[in-house]
Nanobody, 121 residues
Framework: QVQLVESGGGLVQAGGSLRLSCAAS????????MSWYRQAPGKQRELVAT???????NYADSVKGRFTISRDNGKNTTFLQMNSLKPEDTAAYYC???????????????WGQGTQVTVAS
């Protein structure tokens, strides 16, 4: 089994910063991509940022220039540095990893339990 555990959420004033972390553990042979999604109340879950095993990153237009995704492949961990936060960034943030558990099986997606980010105006 594979577990993803997020941390780092909380309450912050507009313009402030937060850093989210997500650690993957369990039986892991390889992780292809690690991503952050978010879901605000009454809205669909949306992709915020993705990073490949080669450190190639992509961002939603709404967070470009403010958020930075990174990963530590040796620790199976990804981070999301969020700067210049806005009230519209308020959401539950979920970590996703595309994991290969052994060399003879394919990749599948795993999700964390989510961490709440609230940005006060």
């Amino acid at each position: 089994q594979v577990q993803l555990v997020e941390s780092g959420g909380g309450l912050v004033q507009a313009g402030g910063s937060l850093r989210l972390s997500c650690a993957a553990s369990g039986t892991i042979y390889s992780i292809l991509t690690m991503s952050w999604y978010r879901q605000a109340p009454g809205k669909q879950r949306e992709l915020v940022a993705t990073i490949t095993s080669g450190d190639s990153a992509n961002y939603a237009d709404s967070v470009k220039g403010r958020f930075t995704i990174s990963r530590d492949n040796g620790k199976n961990t990804t981070f999301l540095q969020m700067n210049s936060l806005k009230p519209e960034d308020t959401a539950a943030y979920y970590c996703n990893a595309n994991v290969q558990r052994t060399s003879w099986v394919g990749f599948r997606d795993y999700w964390g339990q989510g961490t709440q980010v609230t940005v006060a105006s």
